[in-house]
């Protein structure tokens, strides 16, 4: 059987594809190698799916620090609100939460798979899932169709390939796509994790003396080689038994991996603040003027309900103090070294948790070979990339899903009007 349009990968991108191929009158076919689909949008979003955000356009293009900027063109044809719109029209009403995210109503990623699929079915576009592909067909000049592993040949106008990166791999994201990519004759650029787990060999951490605390509105900062922050993420992070996690932590990865590899390998240095909005001085006053007033008090029990009571002991340590000293037996110069540790806390990074335990894969298909406004691969005719496959990643908060909807939209339709 011969069809307008394949569509390579049941995840947002390739769902988002196959139904925009269809309502441009393109007769569909969407193949995936899983018994199911949608299995990436049902663990986004702690299992409630954010499926966009709702900031502007240029703070959306400024969370997505890997290649943003390509995708100024594909706003213009179909954006965040559109999304939203889209959504609605299929029966899941949003709702609009902390820094722009938008959930459905339902607090159910299902809801969101349901209405996906319910629209597939309504279009009539076919569906083949646990099949598996072994690689797209080219001619000299375009894509053709795909060859099953199991030796069947499906022709096409045009191949829509959405089939994810490396990362969350038992969500189907196997990095199958970069070889068909390859075979045309694209760039890939190299794969790394992002949104990832920090990892380090600090005796603290391998002692577990912090495993488990939780800093709020604390500040994370990764450290070049010559002292400077390459960048800061004020957000709650965690201390784990290999090293750091939580949001600050996932944000500075893609930064700790490129700076790291700088660096030859060797461990980099991240910095701890856990008063970001304020300066060294004005948290030295706020210390001292607390010890000033009990100052035959024991000084943990002066301090502990401003920090906690784990981290303060940890910070006391290394600041040399003894947890029962009180005001009246530290000097000003202890008392600065304190301030400076809850300011500047420097560990060690020694690396990131695999690609595979990654929530985003950094690198993928080069960017530079795609058009932005259609997804069209600029080597060969009829041959579209959405999604994860392409060398763009942002934080998560509904930027990557964001991508991956935009250019599956875009990816699907204009493979529906592709020329035969």
Same mark, same amino acid.
């Given at each position: 059987?011969?069809?307008? /349009?394949?569509?390579?990968? =049941?995840?947002?991108?390739?769902?988002?594809?196959?139904?925009?191929?269809?309502?441009?009158?393109?007769?569909?076919?969407?193949?995936?190698?899983?018994?199911?689909?949608?299995?990436?949008?049902?663990?986004?979003?702690?299992?409630?799916?954010?499926?966009?955000?709702?900031?502007?356009?240029? +703070?959306? *293009?400024?969370?997505?620090?890997?290649?943003?900027?390509?995708?100024? #063109?594909?706003? $213009?044809?179909?954006?965040? @609100?559109?999304?939203?719109?889209?959504?609605?029209?299929?029966?899941?009403?949003?709702?609009?939460?902390? $820094?722009?995210?938008?959930?459905?109503? #339902?607090? #159910?990623?299902? !809801?969101? *798979?349901?209405?996906?699929?319910?629209?597939?079915?309504?279009?009539?576009?076919?569906?083949?899932?646990?099949?598996? *592909?072994?690689?797209?067909?080219?001619?000299?000049?375009?894509?053709?169709?795909? &060859?099953?592993?199991?030796?069947? @040949?499906?022709?096409?106008?045009?191949?829509? /390939?959405?089939?994810?990166?490396?990362?969350?791999?038992?969500?189907? !994201?196997?990095?199958?796509?970069?070889?068909?990519?390859?075979?045309? =004759?694209?760039?890939?650029?190299?794969?790394?994790?992002?949104?990832?787990?920090?990892?380090?060999? @600090?005796?603290?951490?391998?002692?577990? &003396?912090?495993?488990?605390?939780?800093?709020?509105?604390?500040?994370?900062? /990764?450290? $070049?080689?010559?002292?400077?922050?390459?960048?800061?993420?004020?957000?709650?992070?965690?201390?784990?038994?290999?090293?750091?996690?939580?949001?600050?932590?996932?944000?500075?990865?893609?930064?700790?991996?490129?700076?790291?590899?700088?660096?030859?390998?060797?461990?980099? &240095?991240?910095?701890?603040?856990?008063?970001?909005?304020?300066?060294?001085?004005?948290?030295?006053?706020?210390?001292?003027?607390?010890?000033?007033? %009990?100052?035959?008090?024991?000084?943990?029990?002066?301090?502990?309900?401003? *920090?906690?009571?784990?981290?303060?002991?940890?910070?006391?340590?290394? #600041?040399?103090?003894?947890?029962?000293?009180?005001?009246?037996?530290?000097?000003?110069?202890?008392?600065? &070294?304190? /301030?400076?540790?809850?300011?500047?806390?420097?560990?060690?990074?020694?690396?990131?948790?695999?690609?595979?335990?990654?929530?985003?894969?950094?690198?993928?298909?080069?960017?530079?070979?795609?058009?932005?406004?259609?997804?069209?691969?600029?080597?060969?005719?009829?041959?579209?990339?959405? =999604?994860?496959?392409?060398?763009?990643?942002?934080?998560?908060?509904?930027? $990557?899903?964001?991508?991956?909807?935009?250019? =599956?939209?875009? %990816?699907?339709?204009?493979?529906?009007?592709? +020329?035969?």
């Amino acid at each position: 059987m011969r069809y307008d /349009v394949i569509v390579i990968g =049941g995840g947002p991108s390739g769902l988002m594809a196959a139904i925009a191929a269809s309502e441009y009158g393109a007769k569909t076919l969407l193949i995936d190698k899983g018994n199911q689909l949608g299995r990436k949008l049902a663990i986004s979003g702690g299992g409630r799916c954010n499926v966009t955000n709702r900031m502007p356009i240029s +703070e959306i *293009i400024k969370h997505i620090p890997g290649n943003g900027r390509f995708l100024h #063109s594909a706003f $213009n044809e179909f954006d965040n @609100e559109d999304i939203i719109q889209f959504f609605e029209q299929l029966g899941v009403p949003l709702k609009e939460e902390d $820094n722009g995210r938008m959930f459905p109503q #339902s607090n #159910s990623a299902q !809801s969101v *798979i349901d209405a996906l699929l319910n629209r597939l079915k309504q279009l009539h576009v076919d569906i083949r899932t646990d099949t598996a *592909i072994k690689t797209v067909k080219y001619n000299e000049t375009k894509a053709i169709g795909v &060859t099953l592993k199991n030796g069947e @040949e499906i022709d096409s106008n045009a191949v829509v /390939v959405a089939v994810g990166g490396k990362s969350v791999p038992h969500t189907g !994201s196997t990095g199958d796509g970069y070889a068909w990519a390859k075979k045309a =004759g694209h760039t890939i650029t190299d794969l790394f994790p992002t949104e990832v787990p920090l990892t380090s060999n @600090e005796q603290f951490i391998k002692e577990r &003396t912090l495993q488990g605390l939780a800093i709020r509105n604390g500040a994370l900062s /990764v450290i $070049n080689k010559k002292g400077k922050k390459i960048v800061t993420h004020a957000m709650d992070f965690l201390f784990t038994h290999f090293g750091l996690s939580g949001p600050a932590a996932l944000r500075c990865s893609q930064y700790v991996v490129k700076e790291i590899k700088k660096q030859n390998g060797q461990a980099i &240095t991240v910095s701890i603040d856990l008063f970001p909005n304020q300066n060294n001085e004005q948290v030295f006053q706020v210390i001292h003027n607390k010890l000033k007033q %009990a100052p035959k008090k024991a000084i943990k029990n002066l301090l502990k309900d401003i *920090i906690q009571e784990r981290y303060l002991l940890f910070l006391m340590e290394r #600041s040399s103090i003894e947890p029962t000293l009180t005001y009246a037996h530290i000097s000003n110069e202890q008392l600065r &070294t304190f /301030v400076e540790n809850t300011k500047n806390l420097q560990m060690k990074i020694n690396g990131t948790l695999p690609i595979e335990k990654a929530f985003v894969t950094g690198g993928g298909v080069s960017i530079k070979e795609i058009h932005p406004k259609t997804m069209c691969s600029k080597v060969k005719e009829g041959l579209y990339f959405c =999604g994860e496959i392409l060398d763009i990643h942002g934080y998560t908060g509904g930027f $990557n899903i964001t991508s991956a909807l935009i250019t =599956g939209r875009l %990816a699907g339709q204009n493979a529906a009007m592709s +020329e035969v």
